[in-house]
């Protein structure tokens, strides 16, 4: 059964007594997910250790989040009307996990601001507020068109119908990424660039299995090029997972 890394988020609280606490966490959705996707679920809390984290499993998460990426990261100022993180806790934590996953060029899925930090980090831009993708007291549905050809296509056809919980949105792609999916009033829904993949949507939320499924396959295909490309048999690929492991363990 695969390891994958998931990327955890924070809520900042106030104690009973007053200290000002963190609460990191992972999307209850993932859980079960997990289960029936069937990989084991690896929460990152931090940046330490990252590196090897990266060469001990076959993917990654990017999960969605509730705080914003700071417009600094695609040479903005903040949109007044809104509210950024004091500290760029998940933003640097996420791009950090990207470098080392895609130094390994292992599969990544970016998922709603996933997919905005995966756009980030290779050099795109953010709308920092669009109206109509979200609402307070519903979860809301919207129409997407999907391209042929794409990561998506063989899980949703043409035509398809999603979540919508986001208020940001992918407005300069970053190069190389093409678009695969957009919703009827022209968002970006979803991009791709080989193995990394991102979509504007939470998948979880509505207990995709067979979008994660898809995912598992470009891992399974990841370590399938690895024999090829590196000409290595079973046994010296297995000899160097379990070095890695052993380094952990130091």
């Known amino acids: 059964m695969k390891i994958i890394a998931i990327s955890a988020r924070s809520i900042d609280y106030k104690s009973a007594i007053g ?5 990191l ?10 289960e029936k996707a069937g990989f084991i679920m690896f929460p990152v809390c931090s940046q330490n250790g ?7 499993c076959s993917g990654l998460i990017i999960a969605g989040r509730d705080r914003d990426i700071h417009p600094k990261y695609y040479g903005e100022k903040p949109d007044n009307r809104l509210e950024y993180p004091i500290d760029n806790y998940e933003d640097e934590l996420d791009f950090k996990l990207i470098e080392e996953f895609e130094k390994k060029d292992k599969p990544i899925f970016g998922i709603c601001s996933g997919l905005q930090s995966l756009n980030v980090y290779f050099g795109g831009t953010l709308k920092q507020h669009i109206e109509n993708h979200a609402s307070e007291d519903t ?11 794409s990561f998506l296509y063989s899980l949703y056809g043409k035509l ?3 979540n919508t919980i986001h208020h940001q949105a992918i407005n300069r792609v970053a190069n190389g990424f093409k678009i695969t999916a957009t919703a009827e009033d022209g968002t970006i829904e979803a991009i791709e660039k080989g193995n990394l993949i991102g979509v504007q949507w939470h998948p979880e ?9 898809k995912f598992l396959e470009l891992c399974n295909e990841y370590i399938s090029n690895f024999y090829v490309e590196k ?9 160097k997972l379990l070095e890695e492991r052993e380094i952990l363990d130091k």
């Open 25 to 34: 966490y992972v999307n209850g959705f993932f859980s079960e997910v997990a």
């Open 50 to 56: 990252v590196k090897e984290i990266a060469s001990m």
């Open 205 to 213: 939320v509505d207990l995709e299995y067979d979008t994660f499924k």
């Open 231 to 239: 000409g290595d048999s079973l046994r010296v690929y297995t000899k």
């Open 160 to 162: 398809s119908k999603v």
């Open 19 to 23: 200290l000002e606490k963190r609460r």
């Open 139 to 149: 979860l809301i549905k919207h129409n997407i068109s999907i391209e042929k050809d």
